[in-house]
Nanobody, 124 residues
């Protein structure tokens, strides 16, 4: 079981990036994929979750700017990030849990497998 995150980079405020999290070694459709981020000196926080039942969950501060989607044929979940701001700067991680997250979508302990992080830097 492996997750591979990619797509980070340096972008100016107001810009966009699309992160990808590709899964290997498990039946993708039964799993929920979460996105977390950790900024320097801050705790890791849940940003979004693409649930196995088709629902998506978002951190309040990214609602309306970030969009999570999944491509089951490619075993990949995407996080389209628009309107990026300096406060979005962080290392972004994807993680997976079996089944639906329900109210635990933002809790790290609910996820069993983690990918490596990808750096997102928003700066002028």
């Amino acid at each position: 079981v492996q997750l591979q995150a990619s797509g980070g980079g340096l972008v100016q405020p107001g810009g966009s990036l699309r992160l990808s999290c590709q899964a290997f070694g498990f039946t993708f459709r039964y799993y929920s994929i979460g996105w977390f981020r950790q900024a320097p000196g801050k705790e890791r926080e849940g940003v979004s979750c693409s649930s196995s039942d088709g629902r998506t969950y978002y951190l309040d501060s990214v609602k309306g700017r970030f969009i999570a989607s999944r491509d089951s044929a490619q075993n990949t979940v995407y996080l389209q990030m628009n309107g990026l701001q300096p406060e979005d700067t962080a290392v972004y991680y994807c993680a997976t849990m079996y089944g639906e997250p329900h109210s635990n979508w933002y809790r790290q302990y609910a996820y069993s497998r983690w990918g490596q992080g990808t750096q997102v830097t928003v700066s002028s």
